[in-house]
């Protein structure tokens, strides 16, 4: 594939990511953008070589579990990577009171 701004990695997501982006997307109208910022980086860079983005690779988490995650503001995006695809398992919202 020729350099430049083609993605490398097709990002898809599963019904579960899709019901949860649904049911917060109404309170949260920032998730939109987060999620379409998220897009963007997983199709170039979905292992963070890079090391420009908040994502870490999670440990003890099998796959189809969404072994990695990308932190966007107060969202958590987990996906898998597999080949060339990166699929978005699941988008939640971390809590003001999680730690």
């Keep these: 594939m ?7 990695f097709s ?7 899709d019901r949860l982006l ?23 860079d979905p292992h963070n070589k890079s090391g420009k983005y908040p994502i870490k ?8 579990e969404g072994q990695y995650r ?6 958590r995006f987990r996906y898998d ?3 060339r695809e990166v699929v978005l398992m699941y988008c939640g919202l971390r809590r003001e009171d999680t730690y």
């Design 22 to 44: 649904k049911k917060l997307a109404p309170k949260h109208p920032d998730l939109v953008e987060r999620f379409e910022e998220a897009i963007s980086i997983l199709a170039t």
């Design 2 to 8: 020729p350099s430049g701004d083609s993605p490398e």
């Design 70 to 75: 990308l932190r966007s503001g107060r969202f």
């Design 57 to 64: 690779k999670l440990q003890g988490i099998q796959a189809n």
């Design 11 to 17: 990002v898809l997501t599963t019904a579960y990511f």
């Design 81 to 83: 990577i597999a080949e």
